[in-house]
């Protein structure tokens, strides 16, 4: 199974939003309903921010959204925080996990 | 609160089969709704799925890494285990342990919601 395909890079200014997208096939994100999305900073575990494409696990705060269209997921993170700095990934299923190759957003 | 711990080696020679163990604290280990798990990450590169286990001892192996990927549970001890043969330089990660929570056990389900902190593995002679 191919990774799924993430920009490698995104920035935005605080208070800004920004849009991260995870492009797979049919037989992954196209197919299903579960995709999930992992905040990881520096030298840390990924912690998953959102699964089922669009469900916040508790203590994740709402400025977090999942959506989903097509073959294509996306993150979006409202009133960007300097804490929002980090490495995101996605991950659906596609007879085995996947993952995208993350992307880096800067908080400008 | 559901915490898991990679242990093992930190440095294994090429050619050699590098082991880790998670030991999980909290929670139902045995219950039929969670696949254990493990990840790696490569320094500086994205994540990778090796494989889970279910509390049955079933498989799931990364189809990339099946050859060399054996997944162990004891559920007595609350630990799963990890087993990579013939390692090479490539297999230099960060590895970790994970919490696949599913739906009745169904593994097309799921997402990774508790993981391990990390363990650093270097192959090197």
């Known amino acids: 199974q191919s990774a799924l395909t993430q920009p490698p890079s995104a920035s935005g200014s605080p208070g800004q939003s920004v849009t991260f997208s995870c492009t797979g096939t049919?037989?992954?994100?196209?197919?299903?309903?579960?995709v999930s999305w992992y905040q990881q900073h520096p030298g840390k575990a990924p912690k998953l921010m959102i699964y089922?494409?669009?469900k916040r696990p508790s203590g994740v705060p709402d400025r977090f959204s999942g959506s989903k269209s097509g073959n294509t997921a996306s993150l979006t993170v409202s009133g960007l925080q300097a804490e929002d700095e980090a490495d995101y990934y996605c991950?659906?299923?596609?007879?085995?996990?996947?993952f995208g190759g993350g992307t880096k957003l800067t908080v400008l | 609160q559901v915490q898991l711990q990679e242990s093992g080696p930190g440095l294994v020679k090429p050619s050699q089969t590098l082991s880790l163990t998670c030991t999980v604290s909290?929670?139902?280990?045995?219950?039929?709704?969670?696949?254990w798990s493990w990840i790696r990450q490569p320094p500086g590169k994205g994540l990778e799925w090796i494989g889970y286990?279910?509390?049955?001892?079933?498989?799931y192996y990364n189809p990339s890494l099946k050859s060399r990927v054996t997944i162990s549970i004891d559920t007595s001890k609350n630990q799963f285990s990890l087993r990579l043969s013939s390692v090479t330089a490539a297999d230099t990660a960060v590895y970790y342990c994970?919490?696949?929570?599913?739906?009745?056990?169904?593994?097309?389900?799921?997402?990774?919601?508790?993981w391990g902190q990390g363990t650093l593995v270097t192959v090197s002679s």
């Open positions: 089922e494409v669009s």
């Open positions: 994970a919490r696949l929570l599913t739906i009745f056990g169904v593994v097309s389900m799921g997402e990774f919601d508790y």
């Open positions: 049919s037989s992954d994100i196209g197919g299903n309903n579960y």
């Open positions: 991950s659906s299923y596609a007879g085995a996990r996947v």
């Open positions: 286990i279910y509390h049955s001892g079933r498989t």
């Open positions: 909290g929670g139902s280990f045995s219950s039929g709704d969670y696949y």
